[in-house]
């Protein structure tokens, strides 16, 4: 079972800066990609930034040129940075995971608990 447990949500300013952690349980699986996904209040749940394996990035494209996600294989960890952070950025962040499991020779997605962001005006 693969678990993802994410940190770094909370309370910032309009044009202030947060930055999130996922870390990924260590097991026998590979991890293909990972990324960040976010739902506020009455919306539906969309991507907001995904990195692969190889290191290819993309962005929505509401926050292309404020966030970064970047990776750290050695410890199955993804960051994203949040800057000139907006109203609109609100929402509950979930950390998503495409893992290839070894021994069973499939792929699933594993998702964490998400962690709330909250921008005020």
């Known amino acids: 079972q693969v678990q993802l447990v994410e940190s770094g949500g909370g309370l910032v300013q309009a044009g202030g800066s947060l930055r999130l952690s996922c870390a990924a349980s260590?097991?026998?699986?590979?991890?293909?990609?990972m990324g960040w996904y976010r739902q506020a209040p009455g919306k539906q749940r969309e991507l907001v930034a995904r990195i692969i394996s190889g290191g290819s990035t993309n962005y929505a494209d509401s926050v292309k040129g404020r966030f970064t996600i970047s990776r750290d294989n050695a410890k199955n960890t993804v960051y994203l940075r949040m800057d000139d952070l907006k109203s609109e950025d609100t929402a509950v962040y979930y950390c998503n995971a495409n893992i290839r499991r070894i021994l069973l020779g499939d792929i699933v997605e594993a998702w964490g608990q998400g962690t709330q962001v909250t921008v005020s005006p």
């Open positions: 260590r097991g026998a699986f590979s991890i293909n990609a």
